[in-house]
């Protein structure tokens, strides 16, 4: 099972991985592109140096950039390795997905190749997934389209943990790896479009040239492009469309030509789609594809000017970022619901209860004059009289959208409803674990997951608060609501659970605490562990025993 501080720490690597990706769309040139990718592994990949080796129109690679040692950089930059060299290289060691990693064991008769290379120092290994100095780890990159052109190779070295990268830092590598090579090829795209753009403000002859040189560019383009007015009652209508992007919505070009990307565009992203500035804007947003379903897109802007009249079409450059948008969505999943269960976890449960809480008690006006004086301000203090009623200051007020949590009497059940928080623990659970392995204790972890999410209704929370405690949120309950649904769920875990053949049972514990503003998560938490506790001290053991 993962540590309870793992969840962390991959939010934290996604936030530096998208951070690094946003990144390499700032360059504004193929050079800038390639160092940002070599700089954007050593700031948010984990590794001490980073080499980008770039294939050249001969087939063979040079170094391109270098991040990480600047004395390594002055040493390598601008050498050349051999295509069979490197293809020597990308056939060795161990096939991680699409990296290659060669480990040290295997790569000493690579030291006399003609691959530009560096050695670092460093004592030897004490642990088998420890890094030595002589690894080697490559990310090979490709031309976008799902074909294998080879557009250059990612070296890495020195993981900053001193460790072999685990299943999650070789997909982050991965990940980044893919989209580099999408930002070098659109570099390359965006560079031989200025060129041609530069060409088409020069004299006619050379405007001609260029013209069919843009045409070219713009039909064969492997990513979507269109071309809208600019200016008039017909601002943003597609004037041209290439088959790249055609392909991509589905549509034809003869029928693209009736609409503007506003007409595309989501509902919920018109807002991105406006605020995207014509001249250098981007934008991640959703467009609508001919079968009524919606994709994921970067897109980008650039103004095609006339030398005579100023401005005259938009140009935008449309990229396909759903399986990247997918991704994004898994990462934030994993990283806020348990592995084993596929429950919300500790964090994402407090964050949950948070969003309910606010920091000011809810105080209730008991009579129709209390509520006033409590929308209104009391007349008999001189500040209200001189300033007016602070809205901000009346917490429950006319002017307060918030819906304050409020906790009702147990004690006297007078109808009122709060939200529940049902604290569950259960009861011999370790035993089986001690009996029968982890195996069988994971397996009854995941039944009883089952078992209350199906006893729960649709708004309700049910998490895993770690180890064998479950936290229930019900909104909407009264106390003897929230009895009742605290019987029906040990009830429904309390039947036999069986696991390869062998049935076994598990008792269950429940707390019942009521949050209420004013309170921190951590107290609500509390208050409902200290109630399970009371409650589990008070049936006897008998009708605890379990296994």
């Not at 700031?43 to 980073?50: D, F, I, M, P, V």
């Not at 087939?59 to 293809?87: H, K, M, P, Q, Y």
Request: hydrophobic share 40%; glycine share 10%; aromatic share 6%.
């Amino acid at each position: 099972m993962e540590a309870e501080s793992e969840p962390y720490v991959r939010l934290a690597t996604m936030r530096q991985l998208h951070q690094a990706v946003a990144d390499l769309n700032t360059a504004r040139s193929l050079a800038d592109t390639l160092q940002t990718v070599a700089d954007g592994i050593v700031a948010g990949l984990g590794y001490e140096l980073a080499c980008v080796n770039l294939v050249r129109p001969d087939g063979d690679l040079v170094v391109a950039s270098f991040a990480g040692n600047s004395a390594a950089e002055a040493l390598i930059t601008g050498r050349v390795g051999s295509r069979s060299s490197w293809e020597r290289r990308l056939s060795m060691g161990e096939a991680w997905d699409e990296l290659r990693f060669i480990p040290h064991t295997d790569g000493w008769i690579l030291l006399d190749d003609d691959v530009p290379q560096w050695h670092t120092e460093g004592p030897e290994p004490r642990f088998e997934d420890e890094w030595h100095p002589q690894d080697r780890l490559y990310a090979p990159m490709y031309a976008s389209g799902g074909g294998l052109d080879l557009l250059g190779v990612i070296s890495v070295d020195r993981p900053r943990n001193g460790r072999r990268p685990g299943a999650w830092g070789r997909e982050a590598l991965q990940m980044y790896t893919s989209q580099a090579a999408i930002a070098i090829s659109n570099a390359r795209l965006r560079a031989n479009m200025q060129r041609a753009l530069v060409r088409l403000e020069r004299e006619q002859q050379a405007l001609r040239a260029s013209e069919e040189s843009f045409r070219q560019a713009f039909e064969y383009a492997p990513s979507g492009m269109a071309i809208a007015e600019m200016g008039g009652d017909q601002h943003g209508r597609l004037l041209r469309t290439n088959d790249a992007l055609c392909r991509l919505l589905g549509r034809p070009a003869s029928v693209l030509r009736r609409y503007s990307f506003a007409d595309l565009v989501h509902p919920e992203d018109i807002g991105t789609l406006l605020r995207t500035s014509a001249e250098g804007g981007r934008a991640e947003l959703r467009l609508g594809r001919r079968d009524g379903t919606y994709l994921w897109v970067s897109l980008r802007n650039s103004v095609v000017a006339d030398t005579t009249d100023g401005p005259r079409f938009l140009l935008t450059h449309v990229e396909d970022i759903e399986e990247r948008k997918r991704h994004e969505l898994h990462l934030a999943h994993r990283a806020s619901h348990d592995a084993l269960t596929g429950l919300p976890n500790s964090a994402e449960l407090r964050s949950r209860l948070s969003s309910r809480l606010c920091e000011r008690p809810h105080s209730v006006a008991t009579t129709a004059v209390e509520a006033l004086d409590a929308a209104y301000g009391d007349v008999d203090d001189p500040d209200a009289r001189t300033h007016g009623y602070d809205v901000d200051s009346v917490p429950g007020g006319p002017y307060d959208h918030h819906v304050h949590a409020v906790a009702p009497d147990t004690g006297d059940d007078d109808g009122a409803k709060g939200l529940a928080v049902l604290f569950c623990d259960l009861d011999g659970f370790k035993s089986i674990n001690d009996r029968f392995g982890h195996h069988t204790g994971d397996a009854v972890l995941i039944e009883v997951a089952r078992r209350l999410t199906t006893c729960v209704r649709d708004g309700d929370t049910v998490a895993r608060l770690g180890g064998d405690e479950f936290v229930v949120l019900a909104d909407g309950l009264g106390a003897a609501d929230a009895a009742d649904l605290a019987v029906r769920l040990r009830n429904a875990i309390i039947p036999p659970i069986r696991v390869d053949g062998r049935a076994v049972r598990v008792g269950a514990s429940f707390g019942i605490g009521w949050a209420a503003c004013g309170m921190t998560a951590e107290e609500v938490l509390r208050s409902a562990d200290q109630r399970m506790y009371v409650e589990k001290r008070s049936r006897s053991k008998v009708h605890r025993r379990a296994g």
